[in-house]
């Protein structure tokens, strides 16, 4: 990242947010990641806005500061919105003072948005990476109703394309690698000139991520290019999987993730936490992708635990996982 990067990454989320001078910011996010640095913090200094530091997440402590705050902004990823939903001061906690939540990190559930617009408050979705500085692919205000189970338009510096392994462009509905161009797009990966020419093929950033434009030119991710599972030839995308999944009320989290198979190469296996009370077993999960997915797209294995292994941005520790997995996959 360089100076002018990250200015033009903060103008996209002064945008996103309508943010004003006005604005307070409650920081929730760790300072050392471009989630917390550049999605709200940076914008809030260049528009002067002020801005409320969390010292780590609890979400007690979180739904407190808001009521001492009156923060009108914050950012949280699924995981913390998810523990504060389930938290008993939720239900009487004023979060009217808040005027958009933003998210995003990884896989969003529908619950999370809708928890929020219970109360009143718009949840925004945001799409970038370090790369960008954080802020490529947008939701705002206006949009966000209309543009439910996508992650907005492209920001206002930045060019987005959808492309096929071949790198040609593909039309409207059908996957492929999100490309980035913009002033907001890093110049070099340190000391690394092969991995820069790699990402940066044709001047535009190639993100390894998969997803789609919708006809009306916002875009859904459908996940990462590594996280692809391949069974028996045929394309399977966890997060086709973990929307089923996450409509479940007694669902508290979920991960699909391929595992290896003698027979189709690898084969999707969901792992889930659900609440205390709840009574779902293998068989009753497998039952919700009845009808609704191709039968070589449903979990071969359903795997419950008491929670899923994540990182302080709150993404699914994948080696951690797998290891979850290869243990309960043993005979």
Known sequence: M???????SARNSVVMHAMTSHDRILMVLPMFHAGGFN????????VGATVILQDGFAADSVLRQITVYQPTLTGLV???ILAMVAHSDWPETDVSCLRNITTGSTFVPDSCIEAWAERGVTALQVYGATETCAVAIHQNGENAAATTGSVGYAAECCDIRIVAEDSHEVPAGERGEILVKGSNVFK???RNPSATADSLRGGWFHTGDIGF???DGSYVISGRRADL??????????????VILMEHPEIIEAAVIGFPDDRWGEVPVAVIATAKDSRLDQAGVQALFKDRLARFKRPKRVIIVDKLPRNTMGKVGKFELCQQISKNMKP
């Open 2 to 8: 360089c100076s002018s990067d990250l200015a033009w």
């Open 39 to 46: 999605i709200q913090t940076l914008p809030a200094l260049l």
């Open 78 to 80: 699924p995981a913390q």
């Open 188 to 190: 070099e990966y340190w």
């Open 213 to 215: 434009q919708r006809p």
């Open 229 to 242: 599972i391949i069974s028996g030839g045929e394309n399977i995308y966890p997060a086709e999987l973990q």
